[in-house]
């Protein structure tokens, strides 16, 4: 009902590592490679396949995070790092890659991070990150304390598809948008935060954020994205989100399609 359990799971650090391209230019590559699996040591083994060009662009192996060796949580001693694609491919605790010619088709990207669709077919290979916007404050685990007034509505913003350019934030439940500001230009597949001044009269509100990057998309609403992805998008959510903040300050998230 929160703010972790709604859109909790995402990071942004600095990583530090040897790109993936360094490893398999070493090791050398045979003309029918064309994918890479890669695999965790945790207890599911985690098992993903990248397209052989992804993996000779940005992707890094990863022993620091922040200037620190990585945590064990975090997947030491080394991890993957996959700038701009979705979490489940940024394999922690590494111990298997494979070249192979074709994708590996573990249960990772069969019977799980994929989509099916509203005619019945499956959609597949959806690496990319698309464009997303949560508000944070208010939110359940920071509500409005101070009563009506002056106040600043916040959240992050991010795209893998690359910067974000802007953010728009609703009051009413995406009937009428104001354009929020940027704490600062907004980087390359990383978080970018953003702020709304307002002045709180004490009345609930239904406040939501939508996200735009630089290739011009922009974050759909939930029904928008149903129309595309059908109903069981469940690892490829980026549909604008609703927090209900209360007359007494309050917020909880709800469903405005």
């Known amino acids: 009902n929160g703010a972790q359990f709604t859109h909790g799971m995402i990071h942004n650090m600095e990583?530090?590592?040897?790109?993936?391209?360094?490893?398999?230019?070493?090791?050398?590559i045979k003309p029918e490679g064309k994918w890479i699996y890669v695999e965790g040591a945790d207890a599911s083994s985690n098992g993903r396949s990248i397209p052989?060009?992804?993996?000779?662009?940005?992707?890094?192996?990863?022993?620091?995070?922040?200037?620190e060796a990585l945590r064990k949580e975090h997947g030491y001693p080394v991890r993957l790092v996959v700038p701009?694609?979705?979490?489940?491919?940024?394999?922690?605790?590494?111990?298997?890659?494979?070249?192979?010619?074709?994708?590996?088709?573990s249960r990772e990207e069969t019977s799980k991070y994929t989509d099916l669709m509203p005619d019945g077919r499956a959609r597949k290979w959806t690496w990319e990150m698309d464009a997303k916007s949560v508000i944070t404050s208010p939110s359940p685990q920071a509500p409005?304390?101070?009563?009506?007034?002056?106040?600043?509505?916040?959240?992050?913003?991010?795209?893998?598809r690359g910067a974000i350019t802007g953010v728009d934030v609703s009051l009413d439940g995406g009937q009428n948008?104001?354009?929020?500001?940027?704490?600062?230009?907004?980087?390359?597949?990383?978080l970018t935060r953003f702020y709304l001044d307002h002045v709180w009269d004490?009345?609930?509100?239904?406040?939501?954020?939508?996200?735009?990057?630089?290739?011009?998309?922009?974050?759909?609403?939930?029904?928008?994205?149903?129309?595309i992805r059908?109903?069981?998008?469940?690892?490829?959510?980026?549909?604008?989100?609703?927090?209900?903040?209360?007359?007494?300050?309050?917020?909880?998230?709800?469903?405005?399609?």
């Not at 490829?236 to 609703?242: D, E, F, L």
């Open 52 to 67: 052989l060009e992804k993996a000779l662009d940005d992707v890094l192996v990863a022993f620091f995070a922040n200037g």
């Open 144 to 160: 409005v304390r101070h009563g009506p007034g002056p106040m600043v509505i916040t959240g992050l913003a991010w795209s893998g």
């Open 177 to 190: 948008w104001r354009e929020a500001r940027l704490a600062a230009p907004g980087e390359q597949k990383a």
């Open 15 to 28: 990583y530090t590592g040897v790109p993936l391209r360094t490893l398999l230019n070493e090791t050398g």
């Open 84 to 105: 701009g694609w979705e979490g489940n491919l940024w394999v922690k605790w590494l111990r298997r890659i494979e070249v192979t010619d074709m994708p590996t088709e």
């Open 230 to 257: 059908g109903r069981n998008s469940v690892y490829h959510n980026n549909g604008i989100q609703t927090w209900w903040v209360k007359a007494n300050g309050e917020a909880e998230n709800v469903e405005v399609s």
């Open 202 to 227: 004490g009345s609930e509100m239904l406040l939501q954020a939508r996200a735009r990057d630089e290739t011009g998309y922009v974050q759909p609403t939930k029904d928008q994205l149903r129309e």
